[in-house]
């Protein structure tokens, strides 16, 4: 076992600093609120270096292994702190979504409903982008030499699944921790990119870099995920200097 980096002597001395001729029980009030502290420092060392492993391609299964844990275990433990409470029409998150972007989020819904599954996951995501067709993401999985049908076959899910405008109820067809850091995923590559909006593209990026099965089945169809940042910015670059000259 790893030797600690704060002696217990250390801390010990730390807790009776704290208060001057403090009795026993007082010392350990204060040494309770201490390791509490310790354990919020802890976790947190811990998850900079799962979002580091997260950020070098290491997939939750690998994770969890490193760990000890499960594949389940890591992603409750990491993930689930990450909610969609912000996501509201008139504020938070939601409020940085391109209309686009909000419309691939209530699309994701409804392919989930209408697939019969009791979870909104990374997947319906993915195939949601398809309904913008004008969509960055859209255009570049078309450039990538992906087809609609085509995406929506390997998933096993039927082409004109969700494309009734009809709403979700609240409350049904929950998006799955995964989903839910995709979504987070799409913030941080918006600000990579340093972009103040979030559009099509980047829940694009941010399901690739969450959703291993989704990243996994795109690389069958001959998309190069790695690549795929890359085409973003080139496509944006390209409509910018077009809108510059006029055209």
């Given at each position: ?43 947190a060392l811990i998850g900079y270096f799962v ?197």
């Amino acid at each position: 076992m790893t030797t600690s980096p704060i002696p217990l002597d250390n801390l010990t001395s730390y807790v009776r600093s704290l208060h001057e001729s403090a009795a026993p029980l007082d010392d350990l009030s204060t040494a309770v609120s201490v390791a509490a502290a310790l354990d919020e420092q802890s976790d947190a060392l811990i998850g900079y270096f799962v979002d580091q492993a997260r950020r070098s391609g290491a997939p939750w299964s690998e994770i969890g292994a490193s760990m000890g844990v499960s594949k389940q275990a890591v992603q409750k433990r990491f993930v689930a702190k990450t909610d969609l409470s912000d996501l509201v029409p008139d504020g938070g998150l939601f409020s940085r979504f391109t209309p686009r972007a909000r419309s691939v989020v209530a699309a994701a819904r409804r392919i989930a409903s209408a697939a019969g599954t009791a979870e909104t996951t990374p997947v319906h995501l993915t195939l949601a982008l398809l309904t913008q067709p004008e969509g960055v993401a859209a255009v570049v999985l078309r450039k990538s030499g992906v087809m609609n049908k085509q995406l929506f076959d390997s998933f096993d899910i039927a082409e004109d699944a969700g494309t009734s405008e009809a709403s979700v109820p609240e409350g049904q067809v929950p998006f799955t921790l995964e989903a839910k850091e995709a979504l987070r995923g799409a913030l941080k590559a918006a600000l990579r990119l340093g972009h103040n909006y979030i559009g099509t593209e980047h829940i694009l990026l941010g399901v690739i870099a969450t959703s291993d099965e989704t990243a996994e089945k795109l690389e069958t169809l001959g998309v190069q995920t790695d690549a795929i940042e890359a085409r973003i910015v080139g496509l944006l670059a390209g409509e910018k200097a077009k809108r510059a000259a006029g055209e």
